[in-house]
């Protein structure tokens, strides 16, 4: 059984920055991909980011490249998101997850995740 546990998010500014980090645990856990989506008020979880069990080549939801930096440390089992040049847009719940695959591309659909956090919540003021 794996375990996800978000933290970091919070009240920013639009133009600001968060850090979002997602401490996992299980076993093999290091071998699994692991991801982000967010869910905004009275809309569907959406992909953000992904990142492979080595590293890699992440994958990013368009609306988030170049501002999103997802990255990962297998020693300490944790997954961050590095939020960048935030809008008001970003305002969601956002979801650690991931699921017993390594590659990245795996967690790219919200339908496929097995494990997800409770979730934390970023809010940008305009």
């Known amino acids: 059984q794996v375990q996800l546990v978000e933290s970091g998010g919070g009240l920013v500014q639009a133009g600001g920055s968060l850090r979002l980090s997602c401490a996992a645990s299980?076993?093999?856990?290091?071998?699994?991909?692991m991801g982000w989506f967010r869910q905004a008020p009275g809309k569907e979880r959406e992909f953000v980011a992904a990142?492979?069990?080595?590293?890699?080549?992440?994958y990013y939801a368009d609306s988030v490249k170049g501002r999103f930096t997802i990255s990962r440390d297998n020693v300490k089992n944790t997954v961050y998101l590095q939020m960048n040049s935030l809008k008001a847009e970003d305002t969601a719940v956002y979801y650690c997850?991931?699921?017993?695959?390594?590659?990245?591309?795996?967690?790219?659909?919200?339908?496929?995740?097995?494990?997800w956090g409770k979730g934390t919540l970023v809010t940008v003021s305009s």
């Open positions: 299980g076993r093999f856990v290091s071998s699994y991909a």
């Open positions: 990142i492979g069990w080595s590293g890699g080549t992440p």
């Open positions: 997850a991931s699921r017993e695959t390594a590659q990245a591309v795996g967690i790219k659909v919200a339908a496929a995740i097995k494990y």
